[in-house]
């Protein structure tokens, strides 16, 4: 079993719809969490960290339930360049050291 | 500034050479680490440096090693390439030794014939 579970997809959805990923990880000594976004052929990019209480920024909304060790990113209002790949990451502390551990990432296409 | 550099972006090699990849860290950040991204999947973490000293390890055999210059840039090497070592190399700045903000070049990526 992987550490971070993510349905790969791809979601296709057309301009302006809510679309919603859930990643869930397996270490209970995970410490924070995050959504990175990672455009074809480049680096992934931070889009925001996730909090237990729940943390929005603008069209995105992440939740976070520790219990359930599941996280999730919800996108409003669709746009185009939200096509990418999402990225669901855990911060724990595995071997003596912090790692990044990086689930396969959901693939989002955003229609006209 | 600048944010974190990787060179060279793009390398083809054969199976069995050896490959370097450099890293630059964001000016200020003492911690480096790498991650190997094969198609189709998340990255993987392969190593952490943090002053100099390696900090973390992951599942890759020995023929990868790394090591963290006084400032603190890195260099990743890959001896005895084989074709699945294929992939995108990414290198990863952050402040402390805790990577608690991690930012990723726009890695290296390695195509072994």
């Known amino acids: 079993r992987k550490e971070v579970e993510q349905d790969p997809g791809p979601f296709n959805v057309p301009e302006g719809a809510t679309v919603a990923f859930n990643c869930t990880y397996s270490?209970?000594?995970?410490?924070?969490f995050f959504w990175y976004r990672q455009d074809c052929r480049k680096e992934p990019k931070l889009l925001m960290s996730v909090y237990s209480s729940g943390n929005e920024d603008g069209r995105f909304t992440a939740q976070l339930n520790r219990a359930s060790q599941y996280i999730s990113l919800l996108i409003r209002d669709s746009k185009l360049s939200d096509s990418a790949t999402y990225l669901c990451v855990v911060r724990a502390w595995e071997d003596s050291s912090y790692k990044l551990i990086f689930g396969s990432g959901t693939r989002l296409l955003v229609r006209p | 500034d600048a944010g974190v550099t990787q060179s060279p972006t793009h390398l083809i090699k054969t199976r069995g050479q050896h490959v370097t990849l450099r890293c630059s860290p964001i000016s200020g950040h003492k911690s480096v680490s790498w991650y190997q991204q094969v198609l189709g999947q998340g990255p993987q973490f392969i190593f952490q440096?943090?002053?100099?000293?390696?900090?973390g390890r992951g599942n890759f055999p020995d023929r990868f090693s790394a090591r963290q210059f006084p400032n603190y840039s890195s260099e990743l090497n890959v001896n005895a390439l084989l074709l699945g070592d294929s992939a995108l190399y990414l290198c990863?700045?952050?402040?402390?030794?805790?990577?608690?903000?991690?930012?990723f070049g726009q890695g290296t990526r390695l195509t072994v014939v």
């Open positions: 990863a700045s952050s402040l402390g030794g805790d990577n608690t903000e991690a930012f």
């Open positions: 270490n209970s000594a995970s410490q924070s």
């Open positions: 440096y943090y002053e100099k000293e390696e900090r």
